[in-house]
C-alpha cells in the first residue's frame, strides 16, 4: 500500500487556477488599488449622504439627490476599476517583460489578462454591492425594484468598463503612460455617468450626446431598473454595442510585448 500511494501522481492545479491565485494574493498585497476600488465609491456616499440637502427631496427631480446618486456611485465603482486599477498592472507585466516570457512557458498570457479582468470586474461589482448596502442602511435609498433589469445593465457597465481599460491596456506601452492616457479618460467618463451633473439634469441635448456613451446609457439604465422599469433596451443596446467595439478594438491592437 505504501509503494502504490508513492507512486500515485499528483494533481497539480491548472495553470489558470494557479495565475488566479497568485494574482489575488498580489491584489490582496495593494492597499491602494483597493480602497480606489472598493472604499472611494462608498466614502464618497457616505460624505454625499452626510449633505443635509442631499437628503431633502429635490423639487426639479422629484426625488432626493441621494437616491439619484446611488446608481451613480455604482458607475464610479466601474469606472475606477477598468481605467484606474487594471490597466497599470497589465502594461507594467508587458513592461517588465513577464507577458513575453509567459508566451514561452504553458501558463499563455491570455491567462493572465482573463484573472486580471475577472478579479477587476469581482471587485467592481463588490464595491456596487457596497454602495447598494450602504444607501440603504445608512440613507434608506431603495433596492432597485426591477431587480433582473439593475443586474443586466450593471454587469453590462462592468463589461464595458473592463473593455474600456483593455483598450488602455492595448495602446499605452507602459505603466505610467497607461495611468495617463487612464485619467484622460476617467474625468470624461465621470462626467457621462452623472457625477457632477445627474444625466436626467442634463440640458437635452447635452443628455441625447451623454446617452450614447456607455457610462450615459448605463447612468439612464441603471435608474430606470432602480425605479422599477425594465430598461431601454437602446440604453441596453449602447452599452452591448460599446462592449463589443471596444473588445474587438483592444484584441486587435493588444501586444504582447
Known sequence: MSTLAS???VRRPSPRLAVLRTETRLLLREPGTLFWVLGFPPL????LGSIPSFRQVNADLGVRMIDVYVPVLVLVAQIVTGL???P???TGYRERGILRRMSATPVRPS???TAQMGLNGAAGLVSALLCLTIGRL????HLPDQLAGYVLALLLTAASALALGALVSALAPTARLATAIGMVVFFPSLFSAGLWVPVQSMPHVLREIVVLLPFGAASRALEQAAAGHWPDWSHLGVLAAWTV???AAAARWFRWE
Open 7 to 9: 507512486t500515485a501522481p
Open 44 to 47: 464618497l456616499l457616505v460624505i
Open 111 to 113: 491567462a493572465l489578462l
Open 245 to 247: 467595439v471596444l473588445s
Open 88 to 90: 497599470p498592472i497589465i
Open 84 to 86: 484606474q486599477a487594471m
Open 138 to 141: 445608512a440613507f434608506d435609498v
